[in-house]
Each structure stands twice: as structure tokens, then as C-alpha cells.
């Protein structure tokens, strides 16, 4: 699981020592610099840091800045990474090829102070700007919570991810008993206040910081639960059933309460031919026996 720097994180791949010494004496007292002193090293710090920025080496032994950048840009996890190149190399061909495979500045070595600090710090304000924008467009406007858009993105990540290391993905589909009924009685206006309780409730029964809840749409929810088995994935489930259900609704001077359907599974993608769109007719299936059971309750996706 990724670290979360409170700082933005910049990442200096460089195979010289004093280079490496030189980007951290000039950005340390600003940023969270990290440093690698090989293309590999580099590509394996990406798995364990939330890197803003890259600083790269253009020639060092074993693997080139030009290779690190191919392959940064093959994955998604890192193809939206900015990549500077810093070099001593004058040729315009370096530039141009650098560019061409989506380097976004280049820094020239020997470093001047003034020229990487406010090299860096541009786009570090554009990836800020940008995760500004990127926020909004991800964001449920009414509950606060990660919106459809951004699932998405984000099960073809996790998808992948589950893939590579061979684990299992655990996946909730929620959604709230009698929905329409409760909209009938207390109107639209307290509707909203109970889909904002439930979202809530939701997020804050999620434990770990790489569990996700979304808003699917209308009373309906998703949670990504990421190296999840399906014992882990229903004990998850329950715990966000009773949490709902025992969630006070503020409606005007009257107090009330919602529960939530659910079902649940969990699905090792590695090694098989079903895809997510396939798991996920199956688990809706799931979620509707739920509600044909009697509604507040958790279904399980046996094999």
C-alpha cells in the first residue's frame, strides 16, 4: 500500500551520489524528496511512495532515463506522472526524444538552484491544480463521496492490480431498502440527507485506506475491498448493515433511521477468463436476493 506524504513527494532518480545530494539540499526544505539511485530502484520506490514528480537521470548504467520513461508510461498507475529529465547532455536529439515520449521539462546539470526550484515548483502547481480539477470531476456532489466516474477508474486499477499480485478483490453492492418509500414520506429534501448518513456511515465503517466506498448512483453503492476473501468481504458487510441501521436521519424536528441491502463477494482474477463486467452481473444478482430475503441483510456470491 502506498505511503501519503504530507508534502508534495518528488522522486530524484540519479545514479551520482552527489547529484542526489545536491536536488536534496536544494528541495528537502520544501518537499518530500525521495531518491533511487538506479532506474529499477526508482521503478520499485513508485510501489511504496505517492510520487507528485520525477526527477530523471537521462544515462546510467543497467537502465537509461529513456527506458525508465517507457516503462513509466506503460503502466497506469504512473503514466500521469510528470517526468523532468535532469542531464549534462547539449544534444537536441536527447531533448527531442525525451519530449517525444512525454518528459515534460528538462533541468541541465550543473544544477543552478534558482533554475530547479522554480522548474519543479511550476509543475507542482499544475499537478496541484490538476488534482484540484481531478477531485471535483471524482466526487459525488451530493454525499462527498467517490462518484461513478471515478469507479470507473478506479476497478480497472484495482483489477489490474489484484492481477499482478495474485489477490483476491472484494466487492459490496449496497443499496438502501425502501428508498422511494422514504422519499414519498419525508421528501426529497431529507431523501438527501439520508443518502448523505448512509454515504457517511459507509466510509467511516471502511477501515483501511485502501478500501473505497462509491456512490453507483441513485440509493445504490459500491465498496472495493482490495486482498479482500469472501469471509472478510461479508464480515465488512455486516459491519456497514448495522452501522446504517443504527444511524440516526435528522428530518426536520423528527428523527428516523434506514437500513441497507447487501451482497457480497470476493474474486482472485488471476489465471481466469471472467471479467469484472461478468463478477458484477452475478454479485447484482446477489444484492437483489438480499432484498427478496427481507431487505437489511447481507447475501454472500458462493462459488
Not at 526527477?55 to 525508465?68: A, I, Q, R
Request: include cysteine; proline fraction near 3%.
Amino acid at each position: 500500500m502506498s505511503q501519503k506524504n504530507s508534502k508534495q513527494c518528488i522522486l530524484a532518480i540519479d545514479d551520482t551520489p552527489m547529484h542526489l545530494r545536491v536536488l536534496i539540499d536544494i528541495l528537502s526544505p520544501v518537499y518530500d524528496v525521495k531518491v533511487a539511485k538506479s532506474g529499477t530502484a526508482g521503478l520499485e520506490m513508485l510501489q511504496k511512495y505517492n510520487v507528485d514528480i520525477i526527477l530523471l537521470d537521462l544515462f546510467m548504467p543497467g537502465m537509461s532515463g529513456f527506458e525508465v520513461l517507457s516503462k513509466l508510461k506503460e503502466s497506469d498507475d504512473t503514466k500521469q506522472i510528470p517526468v523532468i529529465f535532469i542531464t549534462g547532455s547539449d544534444s537536441p536529439n536527447d531533448e527531442v526524444r525525451g519530449l517525444n515520449l512525454g518528459a515534460v521539462d528538462y533541468i541541465r546539470k550543473p544544477f543552478v538552484e534558482a533554475v530547479v526550484k522554480l522548474r519543479v515548483g511550476v509543475h507542482l502547481k499544475l499537478v496541484a491544480q490538476m488534482k484540484i480539477i481531478e477531485k471535483f470531476s471524482l466526487t459525488d456532489g451530493l454525499t462527498g463521496i467517490n462518484n461513478r466516474h471515478n469507479f470507473d477508474q478506479a476497478v480497472k486499477l484495482e483489477w489490474n492490480r489484484a492481477i499482478r499480485a495474485k489477490e483476491n478483490l472484494g466487492v459490496l453492492l449496497a443499496d438502501i431498502d425502501n428508498f422511494k418509500l422514504f422519499n414519498s414520506r419525508y421528501g426529497h429534501l431529507n431523501g438527501d440527507a439520508c443518502l448523505k448518513t448512509v454515504a457517511n456511515v459507509m466510509k467511516e465503517t471502511v477501515m483501511r485506506g485502501n478500501d473505497f466506498v462509491f456512490r453507483w448512483g441513485g440509493e445504490e453503492f459500491v465498496v472495493l475491498l482490495p486482498d479482500t476473501s469472501l469471509d472478510g468481504a461479508v464480515i465488512v458487510a455486516e459491519r456497514i448493515r448495522e452501522n446504517v441501521a443504527a444511524a440516526v436521519i435528522q428530518c426536520g424536528e423528527e428523527t428516523t433511521s434506514a437500513t441497507i441491502s447487501i451482497g457480497a463477494g470476493s474474486v482472485r482474477p488471476f489465471g481466469q477468463t471472467e471479467n469484472f463486467e461478468d463478477f458484477y452481473a452475478k454479485l447484482d444478482k446477489v444484492l437483489y436476493r438480499a432484498k427478496e430475503n427481507g431487505r437489511n441483510r447481507v447475501e454472500k456470491l458462493e462459488d
